[in-house]
Antibody, heavy 118, light 111 residues
């Protein structure tokens, strides 16, 4: 069974930084792309970032480009999201997700909550 | 960049069927999409990938009551024999080379 366990969500100040982690199990982690998707309170889903199976081809949504960095450690079965220059509009539940063979989001974690406020 | 359009809400009676629509923008009418369900207070759940026509593949454990179909730029999620636990938000998702896009979601109410 695929399990994705996010951590690192917290209250941060505007301009601050946070690092989210997602520990994966139940599948061959190094064979799959991964992504982060967020959901602001009461709003819909927004793609944040994706990374290839080997750590290649990171890409980002326009709202986070230049501020967030996705990475992964295949030896630890973990994907990360480094979030810098945080803004109030980054407040959201952040979900880690496994990408299916057809590039769709195939499995979801339970999420970790990021709040940005002074 | 593709754009997905969904109705904001839908409702249907317990035991009946409902068909939710996700419309792709012009130029992306052949795109593959995925459907996700999000019950209140929970993480999203992957339901199926919809490739075109009547071809779809479902996620693990998704009941047979859920099916998908397509017509032109429209992608459908049909839920038969509606149950109370089907009350949820439903999102469609698509992608191109460098971006992923979600529709705005449809809130389904089971009456």
């Amino acid at each position: 069974e695929v399990q994705l366990l996010e951590s690192g969500g917290d209250l941060a100040q505007p301009g601050g930084s946070l690092r989210l982690s997602c520990a994966a199990s139940g599948f061959t982690f190094s064979s799959y792309s991964m992504r982060w998707v967020r959901q602001a309170p009461g709003k819909g889903l927004e793609w944040v970032s994706s990374i290839g199976a080997t750590g290649s081809s990171p890409n980002y949504g326009d709202s986070v480009k230049g501020r967030f960095t996705i990475s992964r450690d295949n030896s630890k079965n973990t994907v990360y999201l480094q979030m810098n220059s945080l803004r109030a509009e980054d407040t959201a539940m952040y979900y880690c997700a496994k990408v299916g063979s057809g590039s769709h989001t195939e499995s979801w974690g339970q999420g970790t909550l990021v709040s940005v406020s002074s | 960049q593709p754009v997905l359009t969904q109705s904001s809400s839908a409702s249907a009676s317990l035991g009946s069927s409902v068909k939710l629509t996700c419309t792709l923008t012009s130029g992306h009418s052949g795109s593959i999409i995925a459907w996700h369900q999000q019950q209140a207070g929970k993480a999203p759940r992957y339901l199926m990938k919809l490739e075109g026509g009547e071809s779809y593949s479902k996620g693990s454990g998704v009941p047979d009551r859920f099916s998908g179909s397509s017509s032109g730029a429209d992608r459908y999620l049909t839920i038969s024999n509606l149950q109370s636990e089907d009350e949820a938000d439903y999102y469609c998702e698509t992608w191109d080379r460098n971006t992923r896009v979600f529709g705005g979601g449809t809130k389904l109410t089971v009456l």
